[in-house]
């Protein structure tokens, strides 16, 4: 086996897929755009810490006991769902707060941005079944240790890259489009909304 060709697919596909339009892009941007640099690598921290977990839970097969507990799958879901809610109920009621309440003085403490997103990465049930399909099929027990310990760093690297790369066209675009922030918080708010509805639909489908 190529070693290097074999790494360098993982770190395509790990790229491509965590790079997608899902919720832990869309609040990196949102929280990026409504916080500056410090709350956009604060989220980007709280993701990758979750990106980690779910890897070392992958590699000691923990997460495929998920595969045999439907109910643990739906419990996840529904949690999944009820954060993303309550981040697009957040967003949209940031969309219609009036400008004073948009202040320096109103901003977060970075510590919210990290939580939320390690929140948002860990309840993704898409992301669990994501990494069990990677682990299962591609990183197996088979392959050595050392490769498959590498490709999990280089999975967590190259989101790392990516996502750091929307963070930087954040800041380019944020002063922009600073008289469009309330409406871009609504429209946030309203994908949030839609993300929770298909994380609930899963969990119902998963029931």
Same mark, same amino acid.
């Given at each position: 086996? +190529? ?7 993982? *770190? ?11 919720? &832990? ?13 410090? +709350? ?9 810490? !979750? ?12 997460? /495929?006991?998920? &595969?045999?507990?439907? #109910? #643990? ?7 999944? *769902? !009820? ?6 109920? %957040? ?10 309440? +948009? ?39 088979? /392959? ?7 490709? #999990? ?28 922030? %309330?409406?871009? +918080? ?22």
């Amino acid at each position: 086996m +190529d070693t290097a060709a074999f790494l360098l697919s993982i *770190a395509i596909l790990h790229l491509a897929a965590s790079l997608s339009p899902g919720p &832990d892009s869309l609040l990196t941007v949102r929280n990026s755009l409504r916080g500056g640099t410090t +709350d956009g690598f604060a989220t980007l921290g709280g993701i990758l810490l !979750g990106v980690a977990l779910q890897i070392t839970l992958a590699m000691a097969g923990l997460t /495929l006991l998920l &595969d045999h507990l439907p #109910a #643990a799958q739906t419990v996840l879901a529904v949690a999944g *769902a !009820g954060f993303l809610a309550y981040l697009g109920m %957040r967003s949209l009621r940031a969309g219609a707060a009036p400008a004073a309440e +948009d202040s320096p003085a109103a901003r977060r403490h970075p510590r919210t941005a990290l939580a939320e997103g390690f929140a948002t990465n860990l309840l993704n049930p898409k992301a669990i079944a994501y990494f069990i399909s990677v682990f299962s099929l591609t990183l197996t027990p088979a /392959l050595p240790l050392r490769l498959r310990f590498t490709a #999990a760093l280089l999975m967590i690297a190259v989101q790392a890259a990516g996502f750091a790369a929307l963070i930087l066209l954040a800041r380019t675009l944020r002063q922009r489009i600073t008289p469009l922030m %309330r409406p871009l +918080d609504a429209l946030s708010g309203i994908f949030f909304l839609l993300f929770a509805a298909a994380w609930l639909l899963h969990a119902l489908r998963t029931a």
